[in-house]
């Protein structure tokens, strides 16, 4: 709906500059059309003067391309294409004063778009966002102190949902406010798993984050990729493009597809949303050994969603912000014996299935050594690189996870 002042007269359209776009667009369309996109080019020289319906041809066209086949074989000058035609879409959608709109499709752009326009793309966000929220009726906040998890926490009922002898055998050692220096010698060099407590109770994410009303404010309107199914291993798993305030109703609800819950995971949503980014830090760990953090990513989703055994790369700090999460964590020692899936796309997942074990096709498992814990809010665990983890959420959970890599390791793909 456009706006209008309070005389009635139709208000002056917003506008959002494109400093890069302006600057490039004309080598950008040559590259498209030396990869054949001479369609693109003419939606595309349209969408610049203004015209939507072309924007709108443009932003399909690019987004065939970017289907077109598996995502790694999508050419970049087609994620840069999708990036541009995003742009203009979301220049007239918030021209009219449709802000939710231009919220929409300049995440899509942010989500599937290439590299050179992101500066725009991130511009473009922050000042549709903020005339987006003075257009918010009082009415729409909501009361503030909304929580999202707030019900007593019940073990024994929990025990219950767990993998066999959860709990049973040997815990993750904890350690309260644990020195840089101590965590160097003690952990990080003998690849040794530790809870570390007392040490984000800074973070302003621990005060606000737990708070449904703040996280719409900031998120409501944005765009993110969520993930629907027991866990990514099973065939009815599926990803979905979601509004935040969407996901956080279906979290509340206790809503799910037919195919299991709806989890956001593994998903760089501080890059793209940076009010949440603001509200954490890297802890000092993640520079341990000279090394270079490699990804910050966001965990969220209702109690239930389970992330399967697997390993990754890198060194990993997974910092507990709202909520609770049981961890089971083996030895990269025992990679052979967890029998990790065949192809590389797999490889580091196992055929175990901890919640479902099949004991005659893996009759070891049972007496293999772990060590576990429940992680608690404002607690951070360190996993080592290659050690095989199990995660499910106990509550309605909200994590962080900081991936670095050591100081001579090549660049992760």
């Known amino acids: 709906m456009s706006t209008t002042t309070a005389s009635g007269d139709r208000a002056p359209s917003f506008h959002f500059d494109t400093p890069t776009l302006d600057r490039e667009s004309a080598a950008l369309l040559h590259s498209i ?16 003067g203004g015209d939507i319906r072309a924007a709108e041809a443009a932003c399909e066209m690019a987004w065939e391309q970017l289907h077109s086949g598996p995502w790694h074989s999508v050419l970049p000058v087609w994620r840069d294409a999708y990036s541009m035609a995003c742009l203009y879409v979301a220049r007239h959608h918030s021209g009219n004063g449709e802000f939710r709109e231009a919220l929409r499709v300049l995440d899509l752009g942010i989500i599937m778009g290439g590299a050179l326009l992101r500066k725009d793309l991130d511009s473009a966000v922050a000042k549709v966002s903020e005339q987006s929220r003075r257009s918010v009726r009082v009415s729409e906040l909501g009361d503030s102190g909304r929580r999202l998890v707030d019900r007593d926490f019940n073990v024994t009922e929990v025990l219950q949902l767990l993998p066999m002898k959860s709990l049973s055998s040997t815990l993750v050692i904890k350690k309260s406010a644990l020195s840089l220096d101590k965590f160097l010698k003690d952990h990080y060099l003998s690849r040794s798993p530790v809870i570390i407590s007392d040490c984000m109770a800074h973070w302003p994410a621990s005060a606000k984050w737990n708070d449904e009303d703040y996280l719409l404010r900031v998120a409501g309107d944005r765009t993110v990729p969520v993930e629907v199914g027991k866990n990514y291993l099973c065939a ?86 709202v909520g609770k999460k049981y961890i089971r964590l083996y030895s990269s020692s025992l990679s052979e014996e967890l029998s990790p899936h065949s192809g590389t796309m797999l490889s580091n997942s196992s055929q175990v299935d901890l919640d479902d074990l099949d004991e005659r096709k893996f009759p070891k498992v049972q007496e293999l050594e772990f060590v576990d814990c429940i992680l608690e809010e404002g607690e951070m665990l360190y996993i080592p690189p290659k050690w095989w983890h199990y995660v ?15 100081g001579d390791t090549s660049d992760a793909s």
């Not at 106990?394 to 890599?405: E, M, R, Y």
Request: hydrophobic share 40%; charged share 15%.
């Open 33 to 48: 059309s030396e990869h054949g996109g001479y369609a693109y080019v003419s939606m595309a020289a349209l969408a610049a």
């Open 236 to 321: 009815e798993w599926k990803q979905e493009l979601i509004t935040f305030s969407e996901f956080i109703q279906r979290i509340k609800s206790g809503a799910c597809s037919p195919g299991g819950p709806t989890y956001l995971a593994q998903h760089p949503l501080f890059d793209q949303i940076n009010e949440l980014r603001k509200d954490i830090f890297i802890p000092d760990y993640c520079f341990a050994g000279g090394g270079e953090l490699r990804s910050l990513n966001a965990w969220f989703g209702p109690a239930g969603t389970v992330t399967p055994l697997h390993h990754d790369p890198h060194h990993n700090i997974l910092a507990q912000v």
């Open 392 to 406: 499910r959420s106990l509550t309605t959970s909200f994590s962080v996870s900081f991936w670095w890599s050591e």
